[in-house]
């Protein structure tokens, strides 16, 4: 049944983020024609194409922002529509736990997520790009690659491999603030709205003072130690993703916990 929930959400998802990041990707080619207009020599003696390429990189500006920010209010709109309205009367009628319906709202929401940030680095680089930078990016891979040992290669990957799941970890936790704040707030029978709007404001200070407790006390007690610099750059890198990956999945369970609660016990439809 979570697949099946799983596959309805990117289906109902997919028409407004597709289309978006589309758009996105286009005007991004458009953008790297404009800065190409804007940098020609002879850029100065034509006035209408220099105000048309500034009109397209103001357009590139606001769909970066445009799909940042529909990515999180559709995540928003789509735990509250289906889970805290009306359409919950039927949601919880279905053959499923309230964990199932938690987790195929945060495995989708997560993964437009990380497709957003993956569109924005795309559509960024797409609209910089010049073919002197391959060629430049070709050759430094070229000199870099016979250089590397097996230690560093390894190193390397599990590096990439880590910022992979800092970031997953990440687009998960924030879904997991939002809908442990939207549930808390719809426990409520009125104002439910503002009543979320200030669990969020309340969950979010609460993590940032409790990190930077907890970060204040590694930094005196744990990372001060001579382990920490004998580590070396790669090895403090390592143990600062853990520590990003260890947090950040306490924080993700707290919220986790605090949602599905409220779902079971404090949901309130009316």
């Known amino acids: 049944m979570l697949g099946k929930l799983i596959k309805h959400e990117f289906r109902a998802t997919a ?24 940098d020609s020599p002879a850029a100065g003696q034509n006035t209408v194409m220099n105000i048309l390429s500034t009109i397209v990189l103001i357009l590139f500006g ?3 922002m445009a799909v940042f920010i529909m990515s999180i209010v559709l995540m928003v709109q789509r ?9 919950g009367y039927i949601m919880f ?12 709202k945060i495995i ?39 250089k590397l040992t097996a230690s560093q ?19 998960a936790v924030m879904c997991l603030t939002f809908y442990a704040a939207l549930s808390t707030g719809h426990g409520f029978a009125n104002h439910k709205m503002l009543l979320s709007v200030v669990a969020f404001i309340v969950y979010t200070v609460a993590v940032e003072i409790i990190s930077s407790l907890v970060t204040n006390l590694f930094t005196s007690m744990g990372w001060s130690l001579p382990f920490y610099d004998a ?5 403090r890198f390592h143990l600062t993703c853990g520590y990003l990956m260890f947090f950040m999945a306490i924080y993700g369970a707290v919220f986790y916990v605090i949602t599905a609660v ?8 009316e």
């Open 153 to 171: 290669a390894v190193d390397g990957t599990a590096a990439m491999i880590e910022i992979a799941l800092v970031i997953i970890f990440a687009a």
């Open 62 to 64: 606001v769909g970066i």
């Open 262 to 269: 409220n779902l079971k016990r404090r949901l309130n439809l």
């Open 79 to 87: 735990f509250r529509s289906n889970l805290l309205q009306d359409e």
């Open 231 to 235: 580590l070396g750059p790669s090895g």
């Open 15 to 38: 028409r407004i983020m597709l289309p978006l990041i589309g758009s996105l990707l286009a005007v991004s080619i458009l953008a790297n024609l404009s800065m190409r207009q804007v």
């Open 93 to 104: 009628t279905l053959p499923v736990t309230a964990h199932g319906l938690i987790w195929s």
């Open 108 to 146: 989708v929401s997560a993964v437009w997520f990380l497709a957003t940030i993956a569109a924005i680095a795309v559509a960024g680089v797409t609209s910089v790009l010049r073919m002197r930078y391959i060629r430049d990016l070709i050759d430094a891979v070229r000199q870099i690659l016979p």
